[in-house]
């Protein structure tokens, strides 16, 4: 949260995981309940406010039909017991991996064996060398284009805030007002 005291404006800015977590809705409820206690001048509480606000839309992500964010589906409780879910059994699911990494390996293998197309006999008449001149000869050139991609346009969408890409590639997003 950035606090110009002189323009008497409030901006918050979300990046990463915030971005999906803090709608527009949601960042202008957070913006309204900040500027009520720095209007006042009452800074403290403002950023308090904020960080109440704040962390309790990060325990909860927006419902995707509620566009304004103030829906709550997801809880980071359960998220963490996906991860559990995924953990399960960790053993079992890297040994399946690790020999279908071998089975392809092998397979690639097998397939690409190389054949010798030439070998000493190749050059031997006789048994002696029939070598008559000696040519490297240059048979083909090939090039392949690709066409740089676009860059294309980012919002975030109806479950986070709107959101654009800095100059260094990372993705940003917020809102703000006066107090």
Sequence with gaps: ?????????????????????????????????VTSKLSSGNYYDGCVAFINKTSDYMTYLPTSSDAGGSGMTTTVGEAASLSEKLLYAMPVKLGIAAAAAVLVVCILRMKNKSRMT??????????????????????????????????????????????????????????????
């Design 118 to 179: 030439v070998d000493s006999t190749s050059y031997m008449h006789d048994n002696q060398y029939d070598v008559n001149r000696r040519v490297d000869t240059y048979l083909r050139t090939s090039r392949v284009r690709h066409e740089k991609p676009k860059p294309s346009e980012s919002s975030g969408g109806s479950s986070g805030g709107s959101s654009h890409s800095g100059s260094g590639g990372h993705t940003f997003g917020g809102g703000g007002g006066r107090f």
């Design 1 to 33: 949260m950035l606090i110009n005291m002189e323009e008497r404006e409030v901006w918050i800015s979300t990046s990463g995981k915030a971005i999906r977590y803090l709608s527009d809705t949601r960042i202008d409820n957070i913006v309204t309940a």
